[in-house]
């Protein structure tokens, strides 16, 4: 089936510090979503991309659609404490079901 | 505001029990999922039900099962709980087409099966 894979698992990083997630799929994608979800919290959605080679920006956060909408990627700019939390990308193929990628925690040193 | 609601933030239940999970959202959304949530292995989606009385099977839908009677309400079903069962499970809910409109979380039920 299809599946939508996450890397890193896991990012320790010096506040201030940039961070990166990235998200790959096999088959080429209709939609990706980002999900934050906070510690002891539920998921909650970020951002759609649609559009093959699609950039969005949300204060530090940068969101990219790669070209052939296989894989996407979030960046945050000199990350914060409030940034700490694992974040998901949400893949769908024809605009039907969402796949969830496994997630990158991120945790942020002061 | 969208609110999606669990019955239990907690739950502890014995190996065998049948364990009901109910969900509630007020937003008027046709599609309602069930997923689970273990370390390392992200979001699995269990069952989704796109219209009251219609379901669909996930990733995952081997040990449970689904009710969906009213349009706000989901339920997920343990029909002999296992101690592999034990995991966060979370609902949600969203607009359709499904795959292109936000989902909306509920707070999710932490489960242990003993």
């Known amino acids: 089936g299809q599946q939508v894979m996450q890397i890193p698992q896991y990012q320790h990083v010096q506040e201030g510090e940039d961070f990166t997630t990235y998200c790959n799929s096999s088959t080429t994608l209709s939609n990706i979503q980002w999900y934050k979800q906070r510690p002891g919290g539920h998921p909650v959605f970020l951002i759609q991309l649609v559009k093959s080679g699609e950039v969005k920006k949300q204060k530090r956060l940068t969101f990219q659609f790669g070209e052939a909408k296989k894989n996407s990627s979030l960046h945050i700019t000199a990350t914060q404490t409030t940034d700490v939390g694992t974040y998901f990308c949400a893949g769908s193929l024809y605009g039907n079901k969402l796949v969830f990628g496994a997630g990158t925690i991120l945790r942020v040193k002061s | 505001d969208v609110k999606v609601t669990q019955s239990s933030r907690y739950l502890v239940k014995r190996t065998g029990e049948k364990v009901f999970l109910e969900c509630v959202q007020d937003?008027?959304?046709?599609?309602m999922f069930w997923y689970r949530q273990d370390p390392g292995l992200g979001l699995r989606l269990i069952y989704f039900?796109?219209?009251?009385?219609?379901?669909e099977k996930g990733d995952i839908p081997e040990g449970y099962s689904v009710s969906r009677e009213k349009k706000e309400r989901f339920s997920l079903i343990l029909e002999s709980a296992s101690t592999n069962q034990t995991s966060m499970y979370l609902c949600?809910?969203?607009?359709?087409?499904?795959?292109?409109?936000?989902?909306?979380f509920g707070p999710g039920t932490r489960l242990t099966v003993t």
């Open positions: 039900s796109y219209d009251v009385k219609m379901k």
């Open positions: 949600a809910s969203s607009r359709n087409p499904s795959g292109r409109r936000e989902q909306y």
């Open positions: 937003m008027d959304h046709e599609n």
